[in-house]
């Protein structure tokens, strides 16, 4: 029977082991790169969104990022997403009604006014 010299910590090419041209280590730091942007990038959409809010619903930031959150809740639809309707809406004047509705409902919690050009709400 042959013997094997390697040692038990070293394998053979056909074995498992250590990549050694480290091809697995850089797919992971590219994943976590592309997180890493898409991460900037949304956090990026949901701070004007609140700017946005903030500024049109005369609230402070931290009611701004709570009527964001409570949109998102209300009408099942992820935050960054709603964020991304609020910014259309900012660029377009066009807003789904659920959205606009829950946004009311919030800023009218959250907020001493309504959103601009909203049709007034019977109280």
């Known amino acids: ?11 053979g ?33 949901v701070d004007q969104a609140i700017g946005m809010i903030v500024a049109l619903g005369r609230v402070t ?17 992820k935050l960054r997403n709603v964020a991304e309707m609020i910014l259309i809406w900012g660029r377009a004047g066009v807003m789904p009604p659920e959205i606009r509705s829950a946004l009311d409902d919030c800023l009218d919690r959250h907020g001493p006014a309504q959103i601009p050009g909203a049709p007034p709400q019977a109280r």
Not at 61 to 77: A, C, F, R, Y
């Open 13 to 45: 090419p056909h074995e498992t082991g250590p990549d050694p041209t480290g091809s697995d280590q850089i797919f992971r730091l590219q994943e976590q790169v592309r997180q890493l942007k898409e991460a900037v990038v949304s956090h990026a959409v």
């Open 1 to 11: 029977m042959p013997t094997d010299d390697r040692g038990p910590d070293q394998t």
């Open 61 to 77: 930031p931290d009611q701004g990022w709570i009527v964001l959150k409570e949109v998102s809740q209300h009408t099942n639809i």
